[in-house]
């Protein structure tokens, strides 16, 4: 286990921080979130943004993409959308000798960020589609499967309250995003500054952009940060006990929780704490940069049952929870010693 | 490039802190356990002592706090060497001081290569809060049971009803206290009222309901002891008092002699003569005789003021003695009848017919001393169960009937015949009349009896009845 030095991580994080920033500029008020955004990239993961229309969820996903000179395609998901709509399809040609041949025509799925706009919209076949390309970024189609452009992000949005029409995710589909981020409404001062400083809401350009070459750097660099043992095994407790049935699951945990999260989540977990303290500039994770991200993690992952929707209990709540219920350090202490900082 | 001298100073220092905060928590994982330890001791002694005492082995109250002492100290030790083996290991306490100070995992990774590179410093150890309120309740309760279980009188633990016990303090008190006081006012030896107090300490400490006669018995053994010793005192008070009262008759006697006439130095030696040797054979104390003795015999002839200076010495040790009768009656240690009749000589006549006989000179001297002996010694000092032929007669308080006799209690009327079986005869306002001639003797009643058809019976008076009825109402 070998840290990386300050002098390898301080290019890395200075470029990241400085992307953030031309993030946190050209959309205001949304700094937590640019930077749970920025860290699910860093994890090559795909984020859900889950908020009312009009929040900024497509302009953020737009100006991601634009600071990181990443190729961006948006995909408006319909009841009626086909998966070949997505994919791609095969198109009989004709070649210039009169030889006929199925020539493959990409969909818009082949980009490195796809904003796949209000995904509860769409059928399940449809939605079925984002299956592979999600976790194996690649597209088979006719029996050859073709790689995507690395990277390759898919941010989704979809509206919690247009229940007409559309269908829910599967769980399946759920789990394989990295986060699922709510996008709240803005303060008012933030309003009022988008007001006086934009006419018709434009969203200014960025005044630096990050190279490819850099975000190679970041993502090759998230990979050598460290995660210590402690904090792996923490990750690993708390995913085991957010199954109801775990020994160590807290008690509102097996009163609302019919199942709990899969390793995928332990995994995201770990990566993303990984990206959080390379934001940070940390050459290992802490048991701080777990913590925040255990909501958005795990709140789509976290199946409830009907006691919990009597009784109005959401997973972030329980999700907060348990990041409070289980020790960090696994000191295995008695009920009443307690370490206080 | 960083030297590996540094990355192990950096090492040791977040080792040592660790190894620090560690200690600390060990020792309040010791102290826990201990805690928790005793009051598994206390309550095994408690358990131990109340099976103890259930089965009669009861023990002083000492050797039962030493035994509670000695089982909380052995199971709380072993409990704490036990309770340490819970202390977490290293990398444990490198996470716990890494999440305390919010170190980003460095604290964790101080033993990485190139973790001197990035140094952080534990700059304060966190704290270690333990809340033992439970374990201090526990603990209260288990000593509170404990101490229930020690200090508890040893008839809490048999299995007699209450009412078999009820009065056993009272009684125990009351003979404490007389005992006390007459230890206090010396009217009974002092080794005798040691050992009666020691008795009663340990039927009041033993005395237990299983067995309450046995008690009981202890203590009206107790009870005889001091009755009997006190009756044997106020038997040699009252004698010592008696001989007294004759010596001091005599004296007076001897003395108003001397003022009315004059006396020979021979009538004179032979008295004083006789007076020593009824001194020497009265029955008084030793101390009192030399006394009275050496009153007597510091002249080889008596003088009025002689007579005088022993009358007032016999005077007040007859006092002293009347005293100290007086004071056992009050306490009850002997019973009134053992002091009367102390109060006065009641055969000064005799004495003085003794003594005009001695001074006479128609007897032999021995007689007369022998007489004298036998009116002012012995016959007279009759002790609480033996008296003089010619004493009065007199009649003590009752006895207790406390568990000698059923308490008195009037029955009920007795309804031997309701309305309906009763018939009324006649109502007769003078005594029936009764013929001169007895009735021929006919059969009785059996014969002459009906069926009832229900009724009553209607018996008559069967002949030989007759006389018996007759004498009833004369």
Redesign the interface.
Same mark, same amino acid.
């Given at each position: 286990m070998t840290l990386p030095t300050p002098q390898e991580i301080a290019p890395v994080s200075e470029a990241l921080n400085r992307t953030l920033d031309q993030l946190n500029r050209m959309l205001l008020g949304r700094e937590n979130l640019h930077r749970l955004v920025l860290a699910g990239i860093l994890a090559r993961g795909h984020i859900l943004l889950e908020g009312l229309p009009g929040l900024g969820k497509t302009a953020l996903v737009k100006a991601v993409a634009d600071i990181m000179q990443l190729q961006f395609k948006r995909i408006q998901f319909t009841p009626d959308l086909m998966p070949g709509d997505i994919l791609g399809s095969h198109i009989l040609q004709t070649r210039p000798d009169g030889t006929r041949d199925l020539v493959f025509q990409p969909g818009p799925v082949f980009c490195n960020i796809l904003l796949a706009d209000e995904i509860n919209r769409a059928s399940p076949k449809t939605q079925s589609a984002m299956l592979e390309t999600m976790q194996e970024r690649s597209v088979t189609l006719l029996g050859t499967t073709r790689p995507l452009p690395q990277p390759f992000f898919v941010l989704a949005s979809q509206n919690p309250i247009e229940l007409e029409g559309t269908y829910p995710l599967p769980e399946a589909q759920l789990d394989r995003f990295l986060f699922r981020l709510n996008v709240g409404g803005l303060g008012v001062d933030t309003l009022a500054g988008i007001l006086t400083g934009r006419r018709h809401g434009t969203i200014p350009a960025p005044g630096w952009r990050l190279s490819q070459e850099m975000l190679e750097q970041c993502l090759a660099m998230a990979d050598r940060i460290v995660l210590p043992e402690a904090v792996a095994r923490w990750i690993a407790r708390l995913v085991a006990a957010s199954h109801p049935d775990s020994p160590e699951a807290p008690a509102r945990i097996r009163t609302y929780v019919r199942y709990g999260a899969s390793p995928r989540a332990a995994i995201a977990l770990a990566e993303s704490a990984r990206a959080l303290a390379l934001l940070a500039g940390r050459p290992s994770v802490g048991f701080e940069d777990v913590r925040t991200l255990v909501e958005p993690v795990l709140n789509h992952r976290l199946i409830l049952n009907y006691q919990a929707r009597l009784d109005q209990v959401t997973p972030s709540v329980l999700a907060e929870e348990l990041a409070g219920a289980i020790d960090v350090a696994g000191l295995n202490l008695p009920a009443d010693v307690e370490v206080k900082p | 490039m960083h030297t590996a001298p540094q990355e192990t100073s950096h090492h040791a220092e977040i080792d040592r802190q660790a190894r620090l905060f560690r200690n600390r928590?060990r020792e309040?994982?010791a102290g826990?356990g201990a805690l928790k330890g005793g009051i598994a001791g206390v309550w095994a002694a408690g358990l131990i002592l109340l099976a103890a005492r259930l089965s009669g082995c009861h023990g002083q109250a000492p050797q039962r706090w030493l035994l509670l002492m000695l089982t909380a100290a052995t199971v709380a030790l072993p409990a704490a060497i036990l309770a340490t083996r819970?202390t #977490?290991p290293h990398?444990?306490?490198?996470?716990?001081l890494?999440?305390?100070?919010?170190?980003?995992?460095?604290v964790?990774?101080s033993g990485?290569?190139?973790?001197a590179?990035?140094p952080v410093a534990v700059s304060r150890l #966190?704290?270690?809060?333990?809340? #033992?309120s439970?374990?201090l309740g526990g603990l209260a309760v288990a000593l509170l049971f404990c101490a229930s279980v020690i200090l508890l009188p040893t008839r809490f633990f048999s299995s007699a009803s209450p009412e078999a016990t009820r009065g056993l303090e009272s009684l125990v008190g009351e003979l404490a206290e007389r005992v006390a006081q007459a230890e206090a006012e010396a009217l009974l030896p002092e080794p005798l009222t040691a050992a009666l107090s020691n008795h009663l300490e340990q039927v009041a400490e033993s005395g237990d309901a299983t067995d309450p006669a046995r008690t009981l018995e202890a203590l009206d053994h107790i009870a005889e002891e001091l009755t009997k010793s006190a009756a044997e005192q106020a038997e040699a008070l009252a004698t010592e008092h008696a001989a007294l009262q004759a010596t001091l008759s005599l004296t007076e006697q001897l003395a108003a002699s001397f003022e009315t006439e004059a006396q020979t130095d021979a009538q004179m030696a032979e008295a004083a003569a006789a007076l020593e040797q009824l001194l020497s054979q009265a029955p008084i104390s030793p101390s009192l005789a030399g006394n009275l003795l050496a009153a007597v015999t510091g002249t080889n002839t008596l003088s009025a003021a002689t007579l005088q200076q022993l009358a007032d010495m016999l005077r007040e040790a007859g006092l002293n003695c009347e005293g100290q009768l007086m004071r056992l009656e009050d306490l009850k240690l002997v019973e009134a009848p053992a002091c009367r009749g102390s109060g006065s000589c009641t055969n000064a006549q005799a004495c003085a017919a003794a003594l005009a006989q001695l001074l006479e000179g128609s007897g032999p001297d021995a007689e007369a001393a022998a007489a004298l002996a036998v009116i002012c010694g012995k016959p007279g000092a009759g002790g609480v169960s033996r008296g003089r032929g010619d004493a009065p007669l007199t009649w003590t308080d009752p006895s207790s009937r406390e568990g000698a006799a059923f308490k008195d209690d009037s029955l009920g009327t007795a309804h031997l015949f309701t309305d309906g079986q009763a018939q009324l005869q006649g109502v007769s306002a003078s005594a029936p009349e009764v013929p001169d001639t007895p009735a021929p003797v006919t059969a009785g009643a059996l014969e002459t009896a009906t069926p009832s058809k229900g009724g009553a019976p209607q018996a008559p008076i069967l002949p030989r009845h007759r006389e018996t009825v007759t004498r009833f109402f004369e």
């Open positions: - | 928590l309040t994982l826990r819970r #977490p990398r444990a306490i490198l996470a716990a890494d999440a305390a100070g919010s170190a980003g995992g460095l964790m990774c990485a290569d190139g973790a590179a990035w #966190p704290g270690i809060a333990w809340r #033992p439970r374990a």
